[in-house]
């Protein structure tokens, strides 16, 4: 086959067993679960197989016309470079990855059928983004994203936390969206063409009328798809979902499509220096707020989501000072040690029966009992504190080596004062990371109090897929010599000065988080809370179910947990009680868009029902007292009938006679 059919087949064979899985999933449930499993495995082979024949060499482009539009035409194209095979082979090694721990974490999950298909269908949708030439083609894969998110963040939609999840995750990212599909119709205007390959010839040129505002309107909706500030508040509350479904949005689609979409159309960002200034001061927004937010999290995965939004803003600064290399590069490490880290969180939330740092840090023995988890999470916490040799740290290091550069003058692509903004706040942005992650370790598995309830030994599946993605989390860092070519032929190997200056402030950082917690340990002396005591036999999906429910009527809120033991509440301070609420974002939200939106549609309501509906029933009550009084008449008496017709012809006779008269003398 050549290299263009395989790549066809890349999202194809997913959606092939999304739609079978739809339908086999009630005549015949012994088949969903390889039909969840194996086009996802042959998908992420056959993208590792384009991946070696691309060789990060000249983009293979290959396109035939979907539709005539009468105007710019719509073509259904692919793009191969450098950047769509490697991200291809993470979405198929994760999502492969989440499908097997899915089939032991929702063994007997009545709805296990049909999240598997979405499972599929997200994943297909993803690998269209990646592979596709033409903007609008990408625009149906980022759109099915979105309502796969939706369905599958409210898979335990009998909790109100994932039903109010879902909903606020598809109407803040539709929020981005509007801005975005605007933005794309006015590049498509501007360029005359939705083919990538055309738009960038056309930038090159310089084609493009209008390139602030259209950057702007992309800009708006990356940070709805990618959890950017001020858009990122969705983002945590998903954690409701169940954890494989967090671990493949964060590690390898839907937030990662939007960095994905800006690296692939840089040079039309590029061509606005004030849009990469807005990119940059949002990257650094985004990098410090979260990392503060992450630190007073008590919910496990809510740790992790303010984590990836927080490492995602690394990626867009990258993009903001023009190094899409760099970007990209710390997107595909990120999403090797962020899979890891979900899927060991699942497999810590089973074992614990609580998602409650605060719980957990009161039971002794959590790592003597999931010994897989408990090493591949640390090596992946050390990935994302940027720890050499691990990933992590060579991806970080090229953003912050990209930032010094353009901060330096160095690079011309972006402005000085971009450069300058991203790196300041990455260094500051390592020192918070080194701290939660740090903090999140010592509370999850150093914890001092009873043995962790028995919920029964981890299955296979949810255990070895950890050691499978923990590989490129050590591993994938020391390829940057051998993959130069795949990455616009430049180096990404750290500097001597970024290196030690980002290493140095995130071991500060660690160990800083480390002596409060030596301090505050002594204050642990009140027994485990928020725990739950599911049944050892009991699948993952229910026991976080259950966590999730009971974490928020332990605490009041599903966010945080009154410990004073926490090192957390001793390293923020007063600013703890803002950081746990993302600085109250919501609160913003809910005043100035929310209630304002609420009492508008009570107004319109109001004026429906007792205004308009007043005008037709009126209308309707006027029409049936003439029936009524139409109706008394018909009596079905034939002298009456003849008595009227008598009484009326005379009356006629009369008004004859009297018209009559009154002309005579007239």
Partial sequence: MTTTTLAVLVPLLPFLGAAAGLLLGRSAPGFVRPLAVLPTLTAAVIAAVVAARQGGGRAIDAATQLTPTGSVPIDLALHLDGFAVLVAVLVG???????????????????????????????????????????????????????????????????????????????????????????????????????????????????????????????????????????????????????????????????????????????????????????????????????LAALAQDDIKRVLAYSTIGQLGYMSGALAVGDRGAAVFHLLSHGAFKAVLFLAAGVVIHAAGTNSLAAMSRMGGLAKRIPDAYWTMTVALLALAAIPPFAGFFSKE?????????????????????????????????????????????????????????????????????????????????????????????????????????????LVGGLVTYGAWRHTTALADRPPVGAVAAHPQAEPALVEAEAITSHTAAYGTVADAPDPSDPGRLLLGPLHRHAVTGFHLDALYTALFVRPVGAAARLVRFLDREVVDTYVRGAGSIARGLGTLIRRAQTGNVQTYLGALLAGTLVLAIAAVVFANVYAGA
């Avoid at 335990?156 to 995750?169: G, Q, V």
């Avoid at 930032?403 to 942005?429: M, S």
């Avoid at 309830?453 to 255990?463: E, I, V």
């Avoid at 993605?469 to 860092?477: D, E």
């Fill in 93 to 291: 090694l994760v999502a492969t990855c989440v499908q097997i721990y899915s089939t032991a974490y929702l063994k007997d999950d009545a709805r296990y059928p049909s999240y598997a298909a979405l499972v599929s269908l997200f994943t297909s949708a993803m690998l269209l983004v990646v592979y596709s030439g033409d903007l609008m083609v990408l625009l149906v894969g980022w759109e099915i994203m979105g309502i796969c998110s939706y369905f599958l963040v409210g898979h335990y939609w009998e909790t109100p936390e994932a039903r109010a999840a879902s909903l606020k995750a598809f109407l803040v990212t539709k929020l981005g969206d509007v801005p975005f599909l605007i933005g794309l119709f006015a590049l498509a205007a501007d360029t005359g063409t939705f083919r990538i390959t055309g738009i960038l010839a056309a930038v090159t040129n310089g084609g493009l009328d209008h390139p602030t505002l259209i950057a702007l309107l992309l800009i708006a909706g990356v940070a709805g798809k990618s959890a950017q500030f001020p858009l990122h508040t969705w983002l945590p509350d998903a954690m409701a979902g169940p954890t494989p479904v967090s671990a493949l949005i964060h590690a390898a689609t839907m937030v990662a499509a939007g960095i994905y979409f800006v690296a692939r159309l840089l040079p039309v960002f590029a061509a606005s220096g004030a849009a990469l200034v807005v990119l940059a001061v949002m990257a650094a927004v985004t990098m410090v707020g979260s990392g």
């Fill in 398 to 506: 090229a953003v912050l080596v990209a930032a010094e550069h353009t901060a330096l003058g160095d690079r011309d692509i972006a402005p000085a004062a971009a450069g300058w903004t991203v790196l300041v706040a990455g260094l500051a942005a390592a020192v918070l990371t080194a701290a939660y992650a740090t903090r999140l370790w010592l509370l999850a598995f150093r914890g001092r109090g009873p043995e962790a309830p028995d919920h029964g030994r981890q299955p296979a599946a949810m255990t070895s897929v950890l050691w499978v993605l923990a590989v490129p989390t050590i591993a994938f860092g020391l390829t940057t010599g051998v993959l130069t070519d795949w990455f616009d032929g430049h180096s990404l190997t750290p500097s001597l000065t970024t290196a030690v200056l980002s290493t140095g402030v995130g």
